[in-house]
């Protein structure tokens, strides 16, 4: 989708009510609501984050978003693909605050260039008890990325139309906190697997989008 073709679509889909659970749920293992049900206490209290999903034009003027490949470590969410964001520091105003400051420190995108135009639905992340808010932005310059080179592994750029295609919608199976080995609905975008949270995060997104072009 061309770049200014996808800035009238946010301006349309502004004041739309959000899909959320709806388009939540078609990503997530068949167990999750049960397991959110026996997490009511930790979800009070979750920890905050905030993530961006941030569109920009290639050099073609083509729309892109930027995923990352999360470094190995040892931690609950090593080596998966996220989106650029990080928890609530103590300088941050806000959670968009938190989610902008990450994606500069993450890959390099200049603060002053983000536009925010869109505050999604939260998602709830059980291993780590985070409750994670994710927003929808732009910038409109295409950006030069600088990776982190502590946190992150590799930087993704997705083309739109990539995520908008049905057929990259997979399962896979893979290790969780509460599972040795399950099989999940997951995204295969340029080469990665997309699931739990990030996936989640992306079917509203896309569920959003699909039904305004």
């Known amino acids: 989708m061309n770049f200014d073709d996808f800035l009238k679509l946010t ?86 605050a938190a989610a902008v400051r990450e994606t500069f420190e993450e890959v390099g995108v200049p603060i002053n260039t983000i536009e925010i135009t869109q505050k999604l639905s939260q998602v709830y992340i059980p291993p780590s008890n985070f409750y994670v808010q994710p927003f929808l932005g732009i910038t409109k310059h295409t950006p030069i990325f600088i990776k982190q080179d502590d946190e992150v592994d590799a930087i993704i750029e997705v083309g739109l139309q990539h995520l908008l295609d049905d057929n990259v919608l997979i399962t896979k199976k893979v290790s969780t906190s509460y599972s040795a080995e399950i099989e999940v609905p997951a995204f295969k975008l340029n080469g990665h697997v997309v699931w739990g949270a990030t ?15």
């Open 11 to 96: 301006s349309k889909v502004k004041n739309i009510t959000l899909p959320a659970e709806s388009s939540h749920f078609k990503m997530v293992p068949p167990f999750r609501r049960a397991l959110l049900n026996k997490q009511k206490e930790a979800i009070k209290k979750a920890k905050r984050a905030g993530v961006l999903a941030l569109f920009y034009p290639d050099i073609n003027k083509q729309t892109k978003f930027v995923l990352i490949l999360r470094k190995t470590y040892k931690g609950v969410h090593s080596a998966q693909v996220a989106f650029p964001g990080g928890k609530l520091e103590k300088q941050d105003i806000s959670l968009e």
């Open 199 to 213: 996936a989640m995060m992306l079917s509203e997104i896309k569920d959003l989008l699909k039904p305004s072009m």
